[in-house]
Nanobody, 128 residues
């Protein structure tokens, strides 16, 4: 059984930083790609960042390029999202997701329904 557990969310002021973690119950190589999504109240879930587990290639939504960085630690079976220069519009529930199907991965703007595994989410709130 696959479990993804996010942590690291919280409340920060604009311009601050947070690092989200996603601990996997399976080794990272179990997945073809992993990603971070976010969902603000009243809005659709949107892709934020993607990483290909094998090659390490990454992709980002335009709204977070240059501010967010996705990475993984294979030894710890953990995915990370370093978020810098946070803005109030970054406020959302952040979810970790994973897929074992290469054709489902695409880019950071991938459809949420393409990911088979999800965490429960961690809240990020950025105040102005």
């Amino acid at each position: 059984q696959v479990q993804l557990v996010e942590s690291g969310g919280g409340s920060v002021q604009a311009g601050g930083s947070l690092r989200l973690s996603c601990a996997s119950s399976r080794p990272m190589y179990y997945y073809y790609c992993m990603g971070w999504f976010r969902q603000a109240p009243g809005k659709e879930r949107e892709g934020v960042a993607l990483i290909y587990i094998g090659g390490g290639g990454t992709d980002y939504a335009d709204s977070v390029k240059g501010r967010f960085a996705i990475s993984r630690d294979n030894a710890k079976n953990t995915l990370y999202l370093q978020m810098n220069s946070l803005k109030p519009e970054d406020t959302a529930m952040y979810y970790c997701a994973a897929s074992r199907i290469s054709s489902h991965c695409g880019d950071a703007n991938g459809r949420p329904q393409n990911y088979e595994y999800w965490g429960q989410g961690t809240q990020v709130t950025v105040s102005s």
